[in-house]
């Protein structure tokens, strides 16, 4: 081991031991950050600044925090242990930000609700399907069949190709929510905007797999 890593161990040692100091010493905010992708955070919020947020995140595998500034353009709100609501969004007709309060609110409870409850199982059963059918009509010659000749350029573009066709439909019936929920229209595009990412991953994600397959057979 040499010198500079030695410093570098004794650098990171210290740090450890200042963060558990500051954690004895200094009165951190325990807060709940509900971000604008839907997420939320556990968060020991040290500064409430201008332009972001300075504190320890929670590492959601173990009780380890780690130090985290998050910019206030990425964070809704935050809550404290009494519930109490402090606003980073501000509606914003000038700049596109239509969405009252409540109405952001209940837009980022059914994102939520999307990104961990919803399964892409029929678009990644399309994409696979799609990747398949392309994959071998791609390698089909006339009087020879299938798997006949090399793969082309055109299984390259395959996935993304899926990620295109392959739409996701806005059906408010199918959306699995109550009655309640399914009246409040932010809930829904909320919902909606986290299930056709989802879609869109799916889908390349299988179509990707299917074309795997078929260039490993063909090049066998």
């Excluded at 320890?56 to 985290?68: A, G, M």
């Excluded at 519930?83 to 509606?91: F, I, L, R, T």
Aim: contains cysteine.
């Amino acid at each position: 081991m040499n010198i500079i890593n030695i410093l570098s161990f004794l650098i990171i040692i210290c740090f450890n031991f200042n963060v558990n100091a500051q954690f004895e010493k200094e009165q951190y905010q325990d807060v709940v950050l509900h971000l604008l992708s839907g997420d939320t955070v556990l968060y020991k919020l040290s500064e409430n600044n201008t332009s972001h947020l300075t504190g320890f995140k929670k590492n959601n595998n173990n009780d380890f925090w780690k130090f985290k500034i998050f910019s206030k353009e990425d964070v809704a709100f935050y809550t404290d242990s009494s519930q109490k609501k402090s606003w980073m969004y501000k509606p914003d007709f000038k700049n596109g930000k239509f969405l009252n309060y409540l109405e952001m609110e209940s837009y980022l409870s059914g994102k939520k609700e999307a990104k961990y409850n919803y399964k892409p199982t029929k678009h990644l059963c399309s994409g696979v399907a799609f990747g398949l059918f392309v994959g071998l009509l791609d390698t089909y010659q006339k009087d020879k069949g299938l798997l006949s000749k090399k793969n082309t350029t055109l299984l390259i573009a395959t996935p993304l190709l899926s990620s295109i066709v392959l739409i996701t439909k806005r059906n408010r019936k199918k959306i699995d929510m109550s009655e309640e929920q399914n009246q409040n229209i932010q809930f829904e595009d909320g919902f909606f905007s986290s299930k056709k990412s989802k879609n869109h991953v799916a889908s390349f994600a299988g179509s990707l797999l299917a074309v795997i397959s078929i260039f490993a057979i063909n090049n066998n």
